[in-house]
């Protein structure tokens, strides 16, 4: 792989990180969409899961979630977070730190309708993080969702987040230890771009 040099990045990071994503997912990585998402709530404490993204592009990047869960509860009292994007196959990754928005009600309805049906019928059933006493509850709960009609789009609690960058970090792996690191931050109207040591 050529090195990464900072005008591939410089004109337009967040679509840099978009192209990363897409190649990512044309050349089969395993789970090319899958983000670990770190958040903190008014306590400070930290607090990190997977998600997968439904969404990159121009303003950034998204994901869809239950409104009670631990990570929507942390974004509403500090919305500034980090994420990361790991993709051993192809030696890269991408760190991106920013503030995550409330997607519109329309959006999150297009995004819920792109799931497998089975994952939106497991969506109505439960709310994510709720205490169950067996597996066998979440079996109960998920048959009679699916044997329900239920209704179209997204359960009424679930939210859409979207992590609009203020720096992105690209790493891309080089066998003899000389990895690029470039850090492009928000600045103003524009970005910058500095080259950082492996």
Request: charged share 25%.
């Amino acid at each position: 792989m050529p090195p990464l040099l900072p005008e591939h990045v410089q004109a337009d990071p967040v679509g840099a990180l978009t192209a990363w994503v897409d190649e990512a997912r044309a050349s089969a990585q395993p789970q090319p969409t899958a983000m670990a998402l770190a958040t903190a709530g008014l306590d400070g404490r930290p607090s990190v899961r997977m998600v997968f993204l439904r969404e990159w592009g121009a303003t950034g990047v998204g994901w869809l979630t239950d409104g009670h869960s631990g990570k929507a509860r942390d974004i509403s009292e500090r919305a500034d977070v980090a994420g990361v994007l790991f993709w051993p196959g192809l030696g890269r990754q991408v760190r991106v730190e920013g503030t995550v928005r409330l997607m519109e009600r329309r959006e999150v309805n297009d995004l819920f309708a792109r799931r497998r049906p089975e994952t939106q019928a497991a969506a109505w059933a439960w709310y994510q993080g709720e205490p169950l006493d067996t597996r066998a509850d979440l079996i109960r709960r998920l048959a009679a969702a699916r044997a329900d009609d239920l209704p179209p789009g997204a359960p009424p609690a679930w939210v859409g987040h979207r992590l609009e960058p203020r720096s992105i970090e690209f790493w891309q792996e080089d066998p003899d230890g000389l990895h690029d690191r470039l850090l492009a931050r928000r600045s103003g109207t524009g970005w910058t771009v500095r080259r950082l040591a492996p």
